[in-house]
């Protein structure tokens, strides 16, 4: 075997624990491991080049890897967990920043390039350079930076002109004009345009637009492996464009939006998909979320408390429910049951029901008695109630439920809602607790869904 | 290696990037974008061959900040994602046996 077989089988040997550490991440107990993989691979990988009879210039590769190290280390030991996102963004930002200076090197050193390398080669330059100045505008505005906190129009038509710009610079470059100078032009008109695509899109959106962003960086890293014949560099570079793409769905379904939504929308324009206009005119919007997502929270948690209703007798859920609960106890957590004096029917109903299913009469606790623990709850798991833990019998003068006293589940670190549907409860009235920024809603029969997450929960 | 290689290297890798990510909890969306973002960190290999050959202050100036940028993708990315996963262990202490 030659010296360039042995680094591209290196190379296989690397991007394979890419694809194992990867898949490893999806998965709460065994995504630290994972990612630790894909470390291992960005090592094989790293080390096969360096034994590339290409390389030179030893000196200046050390001055740059050890600024670097310098750099990011720190950055990504010291940043606060509440700043992660931001900095993911200036990671992802660098990394496109990377692919458009290589591309632009590329460029300057080639002459007469043929075009199935000078295609991936201006194609890398815009798609990096976009990355590159989008991110950098994400990572400004999450860090609330005051130049990137102002409201700004919808620049639809400003973006499509760059585009068109752009590809326009990109068709002459290709077609043969050899002018470095047009080149930097191109990056320059690819990186106004990521600024100004990112700069009108809202807080909020800014997880799908940075997700957006990691998958374009991977597939100019994609691009640049094609120019290189490097293929760690394809096969890495399209694995993340490819996985990126469909995070950046999962992400924008996650918050009822849509991604065209996201970049076309302007400034919070559009809204989600269940967003109703209350009788005030404020905008409402509930968050749906997977048995798969309620089974990690519960599993966390420390202390969990069920609150039964209506909803787990009509759906025969209380041996779902106790089953979860043992499944939940024996991974350390601790669940109570809030049973509220009306829950149901009639009195009593709950403390009935659970009997049967050989819930542990201590973890039953009356109203009273669970309130106060509400502040220390990670988790309110709410299944099929609805008028007991109305926050509106507190704090709405004209609800019919006004004065009722209630569940303090809006007291508890997150609540999960289990629901059928956005039916109104038995009072007929609706619920500020389901449109609270900590709920997430989980639609479905009781039954169906507790058991949904047991499975989920045992799977983990 | 020829482009149809390349290509058909490229389209597998695809579609490898879409199974690895089918079905993703919520909870894990952060820390899963973050890991990919530390594999694109990949394209250092990209700057440490083309530096070189690279003549030229200029050329070589770019891509020393090209090494910088990818070495801080690498390894601030990897890093980044290692804490983020890191939470997911803390909170989970034994609430029947108390911390040393």
């Known amino acids: 075997m030659s010296r360039t077989d042995w680094v591209d089988l290196l190379y296989i040997v690397g991007f394979s624990l890419f694809i194992v550490g990867l898949r490893m991440v999806r998965g709460p107990r065994t995504a630290v491991r994972g990612n630790q993989i894909a470390a291992v691979g960005m090592g094989v990988a790293l080390v096969a080049t360096l034994l590339d009879d290409r390389i030179g210039d030893w000196v200046l590769i050390v001055v740059g890897v050890a600024i670097g190290t310098a750099v990011g280390v720190p950055a990504a030991r010291s940043v606060k967990m509440t700043a992660m996102p931001q900095m993911v963004a200036l990671f992802n930002g660098v990394g496109g920043g990377a692919v458009a200076l290589i591309s632009l090197v590329e460029f300057r050193e080639g002459h007469d390039i043929a075009l199935e390398e000078l295609i991936p080669i201006v194609f890398a330059a815009i798609i990096g350079s976009i990355s590159f100045w989008g991110s950098n505008v994400a990572f400004s505005k999450l860090q609330e930076l005051s130049w990137a906190k102002r409201r700004f129009p919808s620049l639809t038509a400003l973006n499509l002109g760059l585009a068109a710009a752009t590809l326009a610079v990109a068709v002459i470059i290709v077609a043969g004009a050899d002018a470095g100078i047009l080149f930097w032009l191109l990056l320059v008109l690819a990186g106004v345009l990521g600024v100004t695509a990112v700069l009108p899109i809202g807080g909020a959106d800014m997880p799908v637009v940075i997700s957006t962003l990691n998958a374009f960086t991977g597939l100019s890293a994609a691009a640049a492996g094609i120019a290189l014949d490097n293929t760690a560099l394809i096969v890495a570079g399209m694995l993340v464009g490819a996985s990126g793409s469909i995070l950046t769905k999962q992400m924008a379904d996650a918050m009822n939006r849509s991604v065209g939504n996201v970049f076309f929308g302007g400034f919070g324009g559009g809204g989600g998909g269940a967003a109703v206009a209350d009788d005030d005119g404020v905008d409402r919007t509930v968050r749906s979320t997977s048995a798969a997502d309620v089974a990690i929270q519960l599993s966390y948690a420390r202390l969990v408390v069920v609150v039964p209703g209506y909803g787990m007798a009509v759906a025969q859920a209380q041996r779902a429910v106790a089953d979860l609960a043992a499944e939940l106890e024996r991974r350390n957590v601790e669940v109570l049951y809030a049973i509220h004096p009306v829950a149901g029917r009639m009195p009593g109903h709950m403390n009935v029901l659970l009997a049967e299913a050989d819930v542990p009469y201590d973890q039953l606790k009356e109203m009273d008695d669970i309130n106060g623990e509400f502040a220390r709850t990670d988790v309110a798991l709410i299944i099929g109630a609805n008028d007991v833990t109305n926050p509106a019998a507190r704090n709405v003068r004209e609800s019919p439920i006004y004065g009722m006293p209630i569940l303090d589940v809006d007291k508890a670190s997150s609540v999960v809602v289990l629901k059928r549907s956005m039916a109104s409860g038995f009072a007929g009235i609706d619920n500020p607790l389901f449109y609270d920024e900590k709920t997430s809603m989980l639609f479905g029969d009781a039954k169906a869904s507790v058991a949904d997450i047991t499975s989920e929960v045992q799977a983990l | ?100």
């Open chain 2, 1 to 100: 290696m020829d482009l149809l290689t390349e290509l058909a290297i490229l389209v597998l890798a695809a579609f490898v990037g879409f199974e690895v990510i089918s079905k993703v909890p919520n909870t894990l969306h952060t820390p899963l974008m973050s890991a990919t973002n530390a594999v694109h960190g990949i394209v250092l290999l990209g700057a440490i061959i083309v530096i070189g050959p690279a003549e030229g202050f200029l050329n070589e100036f770019l891509l020393v900040i090209a090494i910088a940028f990818g070495t801080i993708n690498v390894v601030g990315g990897f890093l980044v994602t290692d804490r983020m996963l890191g939470m997911f262990k803390g909170r989970k202490p034994d609430p029947k046996e108390p911390a040393e």
